[in-house]
């Protein structure tokens, strides 16, 4: 059983940077898939960045690319999401998942059927 937990979310000024942090609790080890995805009112939940930590693979979304940074701590177990120049359509709810099931094959992924663990997100609002 795999147990995740968001932190770090918060307001911010466009153009600003917040760091969100995921604490990963039970096994997941270098053949587990990571990710970050947002909801945004009225949307469907999107993958953001995912990476797998058995070789540093990672992906983004378009949208995201150039801006933010999926990277892994696993000394502290602990996924970050590391966001810059924000804009106010970043502003969503986010979402730390994991998988075990897939191991490299299907990893990394910005698709929501390869998660099996999801955390309860945080918010992140992006005035202008």
């Known amino acids: 059983q795999v147990q995740l937990v968001e932190s770090g979310g918060g307001s911010v000024q466009a153009g600003g940077s917040l760091r969100l942090s995921c604490a990963v609790a039970?096994?997941?080890?270098?053949?587990?898939?990571m990710g970050w995805f947002r909801q945004a009112p009225g949307k469907e939940r999107e993958g953001v960045a995912s990476?797998?930590?058995?070789?540093?693979?990672?992906d983004y979304a378009d949208s995201v690319k150039g801006r933010f940074t999926i990277s892994q701590d696993s000394a502290k177990n602990r996924l970050y999401l590391q966001m810059n120049s924000l804009k106010p359509e970043d502003t969503a709810a986010y979402y730390c998942?994991?998988?075990?099931?897939?191991?490299?094959?299907?990893?990394?992924?910005?698709?929501?059927?390869?998660?099996?663990?999801w955390g309860q997100g945080t918010q992140v609002t992006v005035s202008s």
């Open positions: 990476f797998f930590p058995g070789d540093g693979s990672t």
């Open positions: 039970g096994y997941t080890g270098s053949s587990s898939c």
């Open positions: 998942a994991a998988d075990t099931r897939y191991g490299r094959w299907l990893c990394p992924s910005l698709s929501m059927a390869h998660y099996y663990y």
